[in-house]
């Protein structure tokens, strides 16, 4: 069975500084994996996702994330947080096939403060 | 605009009442899906639907029914059954397959509290 561990669940960073968090999946395949991020109160925003290729991709709102198959990691990363980042951030790992198709599962999330 | 709308937005409910939460989209998507947040947990699957009359349990389907009449609508009913129904519930839909993958789009969620 697929799984997603985010081993932070709360994070404070000054406003300005570089910004990481992590995620760590399994899966028997290759993943699609996902991060998504949500306000309080609000649904759910896709930041960026991985299929294939590049291991480094982009998103939106200045945000990267690599995968690394050798580590099982999917870690986002920003250069300079910015006070609206404040919100939680979910890492999530997609089935591409057989009875799960369709299917995500979620990490726990992140939450993330931003100090001024 | 394209997108997935959620009503109510709050929901207050009597212990031992049935209550339905209503879930529309307008991507012309063919999956839908229906989750439940709470703090700490993350999202956990209640159930989920590929195509049209037809529909799975997720993980944590029991107290809870769903219907997949049109390809709009996916209301989801919390029945009595529920035995801890407070949470804040999100819909979501996707186009399963091809480039796009799995992605899923998000309403804005319908919170639901057990008096």
């Known amino acids: 069975a697929q799984s997603v561990t985010q081993p932070d669940i709360h994070i404070t960073v000054s406003e300005g500084a570089s910004l990481e968090l992590r995620c760590n999946y399994s899966y028997g395949a290759t993943p699609y994996l996902f991060w998504y991020v949500q306000s309080p109160g609000q649904g759910l925003q896709l930041l960026l996702k991985?299929?294939?290729?590049?291991?480094l991709v982009q998103g939106i709102k200045g945000f990267e994330a690599e995968f690394k198959r050798s580590q099982s990691s999917f870690n986002l990363r920003k250069p300079s947080v910015h006070w609206s980042d404040a919100a939680e951030y979910f890492c999530?790992?997609?089935?591409?096939?057989?009875?799960?198709?369709?299917?995500?599962?979620f990490g726990q999330g992140t939450i993330l403060t931003v100090h001024p | 605009d394209g997108g997935i709308t959620q009503s109510p937005k709050y929901l207050f409910r009597k212990e031992g009442q049935n209550v339905t939460l209503s879930c529309e989209q307008n991507?012309?998507?063919?999956?839908m899906y229906w989750y439940r947040q709470d703090p700490g947990q993350g999202l956990r699957l209640i159930y989920y639907?590929?195509?049209?009359?037809?529909?799975q349990k997720g993980d944590i389907a029991e107290g809870y029914s769903v219907s997949r009449e049109k390809k709009e609508s996916f209301p989801l009913t919390v029945t009595s059954a529920q035995k801890n129904p407070t949470a804040f519930y999100l819909c979501?839909?996707?186009?399963?397959?091809?480039?796009?993958?799995?992605?899923?789009?998000f309403g804005p969620g319908t919170r639901l509290t057990v008096l």
């Open positions: 991507l012309n998507h063919d999956a």
């Open positions: 999530a790992v997609g089935s591409a096939g057989g009875t799960s198709y369709g299917k995500l599962t």
């Open positions: 979501a839909s996707s186009i399963p397959g091809g480039r796009g993958g799995n992605e899923q789009f």
């Open positions: 639907s590929q195509i049209v009359n037809d529909f």
């Open positions: 991985y299929f294939s290729g590049d291991t």
